[in-house]
């Protein structure tokens, strides 16, 4: 097991990336920190330490209070299209470049690897800018809406098609996850030289099977977060700090 408390990257690991063939990069709402953007489990400040999954975030719960879930999600909205991509996102952009092949892994339903100019990025958990019908599926093109805080209901609205609820176009709990996206995950998990694994608390399946799948397919994985993680095995590394002060500390030569 090895665990660097310092801003210090180990060679080991410069010297897989600088080796590797195919980089990933798994991250969870950690990177979007630096952002602005609030996580879900930090103590205090995440948002289920706040607000209440279960009225939030599941199927049940928009069909229980559509306007409750909705508004919600639009004051999320709203507040991610104010956020910038921080110097984390914008350091994978820079590995990107420098190495053969690089694939980013999410669980956020922000934009923001994108709006850094990050391609492909496999989104888990869907995208709170992509809505859809509740029953019919149908993407909905969202228009402005008013300016919202975390207090306001808002009815959805409905589609053109079969005059259905509009609902946020990410995974509530005990949704399936996009199974292109899932299947193109682990297939970059089993087949990459190194994964880096951001700011993410590794708690919500089936994603936080991603770096144990490297792991076992002898890749180098490295967990990148203010928390020390735990590492099991040789090739596993814990370097802690903020995403955005790590990342670009990859970059060097
Ligand atoms: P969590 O909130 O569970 O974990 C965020 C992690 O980021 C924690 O381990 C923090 O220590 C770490 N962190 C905080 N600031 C950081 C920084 N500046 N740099 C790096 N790391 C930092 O978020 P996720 O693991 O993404 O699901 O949560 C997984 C899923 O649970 C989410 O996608 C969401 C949630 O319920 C859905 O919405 C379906």
């Not at 928009?62 to 956020?83: H, I, N, S």
């Not at 009815?155 to 098609?161: E, F, L």
């Not at 994985?221 to 203010?226: L, Q």
């Not at 370097?239 to 030569?253: N, T």
């Amino acid at each position: 097991m090895m665990r660097k408390n310092c801003l210090q990257v180990p060679a080991e690991l410069l010297n897989a990336l600088h080796k590797a063939k195919h980089v990933v990069v798994f991250t969870g709402a950690g990177v979007s920190a630096e952002s602005g953007v609030s996580t879900f489990r930090d103590a205090l400040t995440g948002l289920w330490a706040r607000f209440d999954p279960l009225q939030l975030a599941t199927p049940e719960a928009f069909l229980a209070d559509p306007a409750l879930v909705w508004g919600w999600y639009e004051w999320r909205r709203q507040l991610l299209l104010k956020a910038q991509p921080n110097p984390a996102h914008h350091a994978i952009v820079k590995l990107a470049q420098r190495v053969p092949k690089l694939t980013v892994i999410t669980q956020n339903v922000d934009d923001l690897h994108e709006r850094a100019g990050s391609a492909d990025v496999l989104h888990l958990h869907g995208s709170i800018f992509n809505p859809r019908c509740f029953t019919c599926t149908q993407p909905y093109v969202l228009t402005h809406a008013p300016e919202m805080s975390h207090e306001h209901a808002l009815a959805p609205p409905i589609c053109s098609h079969c005059q259905g609820m509009i609902r946020p176009g990410v995974v509530w709990f005990g949704e399936a996850l996009p199974q292109v996206a899932l299947e193109a995950a682990f297939t970059a998990a089993e087949n990459c030289d190194v994964l880096l694994s951001v700011g993410t608390s590794g708690v919500v399946q089936p994603a936080a099977q991603i770096p144990a799948l490297a792991l076992r397919s002898g890749a180098w994985v490295a967990h990148i977060n203010p928390e020390a993680m735990p590492c099991r095995q040789s090739r596993e590394l814990s370097l802690v700090g903020a995403a955005g002060q790590i990342l670009p500390l990859l970059l060097q030569d």
